[in-house]
């Protein structure tokens, strides 16, 4: 079963399927390039192409008002509840992701920047990274991604993102690991953009999960 037919199981819609195909994309392009210590190519790309795959339950009711979607929005918070990083990481599990992926997709996330910059692990380094270059409609620089960031969440007061200190200092934690992938790779971050990456997102489509399982 390749990725796309296990975002159509889930219902994903298709701006989330891009999402984490444009984040593999970007780790791979990395990839390719890197001269660094040894990582695990093939679990970055895994944690990437399923690494918010419980994001349904960050989209609003008002996304759209198709019923079918809104059956299955229902079923994603019966199911899971409401905690996204939580069904991420038991939908990860599900679909065949090892103990040490899950350790890689529990630790990537934005909040955990300072851990992250200060980790050993190019593999969480790199997923964190990848996913922080991703907004919605591309690629962008991190700064200017997290800045938008910063406006995006500043009423949702349960966010990191909502304080001001917190999250200036999560910029700039990003941007350090920035410098330390940088320094092991053979191209610069403007290197990585939505030309640089489209026909990595294709073959990604055909990437079969189960066949590294």
Not at 10 to 27: D, F, K, T
Not at 92 to 107: A, D, M, P, R
Not at 168 to 183: K, P, V
Request: aromatic letters at 8%; glycine letters at 4%; hydrophobic letters at 35%.
């Amino acid at each position: 079963m390749n990725i796309i037919e296990i975002y159509n199981k889930y219902h994903l819609p298709e701006n989330l399927q891009m999402h984490m195909l444009r984040v593999a994309a970007c780790s791979n392009l990395i990839i390719d390039n890197w001269k660094g210590p040894q990582i695990d190519k093939q679990a970055i790309i895994r944690v990437s192409l399923l690494h918010d795959m419980g994001n349904m339950l960050k989209i609003p009711e008002d996304f759209s008002k198709d019923e079918e979607f809104l059956k299955i929005r229902k079923k994603y918070f019966e199911k899971y509840g409401t905690n996204e990083h939580e069904a991420n990481l038991e939908i990860g599990n599900k679909e065949g992701l090892s103990e040490k992926e899950i350790v890689i997709l529990n630790g990537k996330r934005s909040r955990n920047n300072e851990e992250t910059l200060l980790s050993n692990s190019y593999e969480i380094k790199i997923c964190a990274y990848c996913d922080q270059r991703v907004a919605p409609n591309g690629v962008e620089g991190i700064k200017d991604r997290l800045e938008n960031a910063k406006v995006r969440y500043k009423n949702r007061p349960l966010s990191v993102w909502s304080n001001e200190e917190k999250a200036n200092h999560l910029i700039e934690c990003a941007l350090g690991i920035e410098r330390q992938i940088m320094e092991h790779c053979s191209i610069l971050p403007e290197d990585i953009n939505d030309e640089s990456i489209e026909e990595y997102i294709e073959k990604l489509k055909e990437y079969d999960i189960k066949d590294y399982k």
